[in-house]
């Protein structure tokens, strides 16, 4: 079982994949799910993890599962 930090280290790691991988700026995935770009950042240095609103719609946007954030590479 994975500690807290573990699983949002995980999910840190995969927003930073998905996020390059579709070439999409911190700013614009921030625009895209109504949320600012410091969010975005937090969520990248693994502060913390979002609320699943915005998991859903990342998920949405890099057009992938929400589980998909949380497995390990």
Do not use: C
């Not at 999910?11 to 390059?20: P, T």
């Not at 614009?28 to 600012?36: M, S, T």
């Amino acid at each position: 079982m994975f500690t807290r930090q573990e699983i949002i280290d995980i999910f840190a790691a995969n927003l930073i994949y998905y996020r390059k991988r579709s070439g999409i700026s911190q700013a614009d995935l921030a625009g895209r799910i109504e949320l600012d770009e410091r969010q975005i950042r937090a969520y990248e240095r693994a502060e913390y993890a979002p609320n699943a609103i915005y998991l859903f719609r990342m998920a949405q946007v890099f057009k992938i599962k929400v589980d998909d954030f949380f497995k390990k590479r």
